[in-house]
C-alpha cells in the first residue's frame, strides 16, 4: 500500500499533453520563418514561451498531498498509479470472474521454439511427461510419504510444479501440500474455471492453444478428466506480471496437484498447463479407472484401460464371462463369434467401429494337437498362406500381407498354457481400414493376461 507522507506526482491530462505539443510544433513552424515584431510583441512572445515552459516543468515537479489543486481538470489533475491489493490465496474465497475468464481461459498457441525435447519419467518411473530440451527437470520421490514432487522449469522464468499422491494418501497429508505450495504466492485477480466451458473450448473450438502438436497424446481431451471432481484455477497477480494456474484432478487412479507459474506477458508460453495436462502418459498401458466391485464375480464390474501409444485413447471394458468357465473384460459394442475349425475353436471379438478385417480372437487347440504342430495348425485353418508367414517359434508368429506398404495387414499368433490346456490369442490388423491397430493389440493383450492370471 502507499505511504500517505510519501510524495506524488501531478500528470498531466492527455488533452493538455496535446495542446502543448502542438503549441511547440506551431511554435518551431513559427521560429522557421521570423517577421518583424515591435518591442511589445516580443515581450508578449517571451511571456507566452515562459508560460508554457513553466507549465511543462509544473507538470514533473513533486507536490504534497495538502497542495491545492486547480478546479480545472481539462487544464491538470491529480491521478496516482492504481496499486491492486494483493491477496494471499485461499482456494475457497475464489468463485467464477466471468469478466477474467474471457481474458485468461483462451490461450494463444504455445510455440516450441527451435528447441525439440522429448518425453522424461516421473512419480518412481510410473509416468512420463514431455520436456523441451530447454528446460530442467527435478524429482524428488521421497518428499512425501504417499506422494511425489517434480518441478519443470523453463525458459522466461516458466516453473511447473507436479505433485502426485497414490490412492492411499490422507487428505491431512495432500492438505499440507496444497498449503506449502500456495503458501508463497499472492493475486490481484483470480477465478475459478468451469470444468463444461473448457470442454467445449478444447473439443469444439479449439482454443486452449495446443491443437495440432506432436506432444498432445490424447485426441480432443487431456490425461485427465474435465468432471467434478477437477478444479483449475487462474489467478494474476498484476503488480508482477505472474499468471498461476492450479489444477487438482483424478490422475490414472493418483491424485494431480498441479502448480503452474509463468510471466502473464509471455503469450506464447501461457498454454504451458494444457501442454502439460496433455502430455502426461503412463510409462506403460495400465488400467486407469475402475467400475463397483462385483461379489458374485470377486471382480470389477469395469475398467478403463489406456491404449494406442503415440496417441492415446480411453477405452472402457465390462466384465465378460466366458462359456469356458473364466472372467474377462470385453469392450462395450463388441460382437462375439463362435467359430469351428479344424484343430481348434475360435471366438473372434470384432467391434462395431472397426472395419470388417480388423479384429482378435481367443482360441483353444484340442487336447489332440502337440504344440510343435500348434503353428501349422493355426495356419492352415485360418487358410493363410505360409511364404508370409515369419518368426521361428512354434508359440509366437505373425503373417504379413502387401509386405513393406504402408497399408500393410498384419496378423500375429501368440499362445499360452494354462493347466495343462494351449490357448491362443490372434490380432489381425488391417492398416487401410484405419490406425486401429494399437488399440486391438492392447486388447488382446489384455485378454492374454487375463488368460493366464485370473
Known amino acids: 500500500m502507499d505511504n ?9 491530462p492527455h488533452s493538455a499533453y496535446t495542446k502543448s505539443l502542438n503549441a511547440f510544433k506551431q511554435g518551431m513552424q513559427d521560429g522557421a520563418e521570423p517577421k518583424p515584431k515591435s518591442r511589445g510583441a516580443y515581450i508578449a512572445s517571451s511571456l507566452g514561451a515562459a508560460a508554457l515552459l513553466g507549465l511543462i516543468i509544473f507538470t514533473f515537479l513533486p507536490v504534497t498531498d495538502n497542495q491545492e489543486q486547480p478546479a480545472d481538470e ?13 491477496k494471499a490465496v485461499d482456494l475457497d474465497e475464489i468463485g467464477v470472474n466471468e469478466e477474467l475468464l474471457s481474458e485468461v481461459v483462451e490461450r494463444d498457441q504455445y510455440e516450441l521454439g527451435e528447441v525439440g525435447g522429448g518425453d522424461q519419467p516421473f ?45 492411499e494418501a490422507s487428505s491431512e497429508e495432500m492438505n499440507q501440500a496444497k498449503e506449502e505450495l500456495l503458501s508463497d504466492i499472492t493475486y490481484t485477480k483470480a477465478t ?30 487431456f490425461a485427465i478428466e474435465l468432471d467434478d471432481t477437477t478444479k483449475m484455477y487462474t489467478l494474476l497477480n498484476e503488480n508482477d506480471r505472474r499468471l498461476y494456474d492450479y489444477v487438482e484432478a483424478d490422475l490414472f487412479g493418483k491424485k494431480l496437484i498441479l502448480l503452474t507459474d509463468i510471466n502473464s506477458t509471455h503469450s506464447s508460453k501461457l498454454a504451458s498447463t494444457y501442454v ?16 463397483p466391485y462385483e461379489r458374485e464375480y470377486g471382480r470389477r464390474s469395469s475398467i478403463t484401460i489406456l491404449t494406442g501409444m503415440p496417441r492415446y485413447g480411453f477405452t472402457e471394458l465390462l466384465l465378460y464371462e466366458h462359456e469356458l468357465g473364466f472372467t474377462s473384460y470385453l469392450e462395450e459394442g463388441t460382437e462375439v463369434e463362435k467359430i469351428e475349425r479344424n484343430g481348434f475353436t475360435e471366438w473372434k471379438f470384432v467391434h462395431e467401429k472397426n472395419g470388417n478385417n ?4 481367443f482360441g483353444k487347440l484340442d487336447p489332440s494337437v502337440s504344440i510343435e504342430d500348434a503353428k501349422e495348425t493355426l495356419i ?26 504402408a497399408n500393410e495387414m498384419l496378423r500375429t499368433f501368440e499362445l499360452v498354457q494354462k493347466q495343462g490346456d494351449w490357448y491362443y490369442i490372434f490380432t489381425q490388423a488391417d492398416n487401410q481400414e484405419g490406425f486401429y491397430s494399437p488399440k486391438i493389440g492392447a486388447l488382446a493383450t489384455k485378454f492374454q493376461q487375463e488368460i493366464i492370471f485370473h
Do not use: C
Open 123 to 167: 512419480h518412481h518411473d510410473e509416468l512420463q511427461v514431455f520436456v523441451p530440451d530447454d528446460w530442467e527437470m527435478s524429482r524428488s520421490d521421497d518428499v512425501f510419504v504417499n506422494g511425489t514432487k517434480t518441478i519443470l522449469t523453463g525458459f522466461g522464468g516458466v516453473q511447473q510444479t507436479i505433485l502426485i499422491f497414490e490412492d
Open 358 to 361: 480388423s479384429y482378435y480372437s
Open 276 to 291: 502439460t495436462l496433455s502430455a502426461i502418459t503412463p510409462s506403460s498401458e495400465i488400467d486407469v479407472a475402475y467400475g
Open 192 to 221: 475459478e474455471i468451469p470444468m463444461d466451458w473448457l470442454t467445449y473450448l478444447f473439443e469444439e473450438e479449439h482454443q486452449l492453444g495446443i491443437e495440432f502438436h506432436f506432444f498432445s497424446r490424447y485426441e480432443n481431451r
Open 380 to 405: 492352415n485353418g485360418y487358410e493363410f498362406d505360409p511364404q508370409y508367414v515369419e518368426g521361428a517359434s512354434h508359440v509366437s508368429f505373425y503373417h504379413i500381407l502387401r509386405q513393406g506398404q
Open 74 to 86: 481539462e487544464n491538470q489533475v491529480e491521478k496516482v498509479e492504481d496499486v491492486m491489493e494483493e
Open 4 to 12: 500517505p507522507k510519501e510524495k506524488k506526482y501531478i500528470v498531466l
